[in-house]
């Protein structure tokens, strides 16, 4: 019951909530936006950051999983969900054509986390360690798991320690460390302190289930947030097609805003060429500044011009759009398309918004 297709799952409701929304966003955008409802993610004049909108079944995943009031790390804990996931990752590493027995995975909660455990994951690929919890803290801190010992508070390595982990009622026996003559010892030789909890009982490999289901040891933080429900109801709901629709109105998107700051006057392109994703950066030079020669003078004003537009934009509450330097180039509105909900109103909104704003710049 968990196999994903790549066909839309009842496509009239789908087609219907599209088309309610459809409807509710042009009733949005015949006024303009207030401070509150500028800054939700799921509005389509919304442009700042890397965020994909509102989907009404992601909502539903999450107020399910919200409900269940659960976490993943263990197949017993969390059975359905970390089955979901195994499913999910299963269906993506066929995508880029990896069979079952060459990919393994886990959901992460972004970017950054994500780009640490690929670090992590060539670092152990390299030099393989098999630690958990504080040893594995201290190699994905590059102090290097080596470099923490298990240590007799009558014994000396002739070491300069610095990090003491005391544990205060291990999950097994409830046992207690003395935490109070080891923070006298730690506060005699300036050493950091810290009290947790044991884990290690988590992962057995006598359970008389397939242990790979566990993946609290393969995270930092053991226990994880259901993220893998809500992707697994939506490819449920839409299938491959319907997400790649989503894909391509982004895309779209991004090729029209490209066609039309070449039509108005004052924008300019950072890169000439059309986009070759959602993305989409260029500069706004407000009258102004455009008799201006180039050079450092000029260079220094439109840097300016950016960040006071933005500013004005939240002070409104009317549209969102991040901006940045890159090298020897001033600041640029970045404009990233990933909410299937903007129409082409809604870009024609944000210049005319960028062109008013600016006026007196």
């Known amino acids: 019951c968990f196999v994903l297709s790549d066909r839309i799952i009842d496509k009239s409701a789908v087609r219907d909530k599209q088309q309610d929304d459809s409807a509710a966003g042009r ?15 799921g509005h389509p004049r919304f442009f700042n950051q890397l965020s994909s909108g509102l989907d009404v079944i992601g909502v539903a995943g999450e107020w399910l999983t919200s409900t269940a009031n659960t976490n993943m790390f263990t197949y017993e804990v969390s059975p359905v969900f970390i089955l979901m996931e195994e499913v999910l990752l299963r269906k993506m590493q066929s995508i880029v054509g990896w069979s079952d027995e060459e990919g393994d995975g886990i959901f992460c909660p972004g970017g950054s986390i994500s780009n640490l455990y690929s670090i992590l994951v060539a ?29 007799k508070c009558d014994e000396r390595w002739g070491l300069v320690p610095f990090y003491v982990n005391a544990t205060a009622g291990t999950t097994v026996y409830g046992a207690f460390d003395p935490l109070d003559d080891v923070a006298d010892i730690c506060h005699r030789h300036t050493l950091w302190m810290h009290v947790d909890m044991g884990a290690e009982y988590l992962f ?17 933080q053991c226990g994880r947030h259901v993220d ?4 697994w109801l939506m490819w449920k ?26 039509r108005r006057a004052g924008f300019e392109l950072v890169f000439k060429n059309k986009p070759e994703h959602c993305n989409v950066c260029f500069w706004y030079t407000p009258p102004s500044l455009r008799g201006l020669p180039p050079g450092e003078d000029r260079d ?11 500013g004005r934009m939240m002070e409104k509450g009317s549209v969102l759009i991040g901006y940045q330097p890159l090298g020897a180039k001033v600041n640029f509105f970045r404009c990233v398309f990933s909410n299937p909900a903007t129409q082409h109103e809604d870009i024609d909104f944000l210049l005319d918004e960028i062109i008013w704003l600016s006026r007196d710049l």
């Open 300 to 310: 220094a004003r439109l840097h300016q011009v950016a960040p006071q537009i933005k």
């Open 123 to 151: 670092r152990y690929h390299f030099y393989p360690e098999s630690h958990y919890s504080v040893k594995k803290s201290a190699a994905v801190l590059g102090l290097g798991s080596e470099n923490v010992f298990m240590v």
């Open 228 to 231: 893998a429900f809500k992707l």
């Open 204 to 220: 057995q490999t006598d359970k008389p289930y397939d242990v790979s289901y566990d993946t609290g040891d393969k995270s930092i």
């Open 237 to 262: 709901a839409k299938g491959s097609e319907g997400f790649g629709a989503q894909v391509n109105k982004c895309l779209e998107n991004a090729e029209y805003l490209y066609d039309q700051l070449q």
């Open 27 to 41: 009733d949005r955008r015949q006024t303009t936006a207030d401070f509150s409802t500028i800054y939700s993610k």
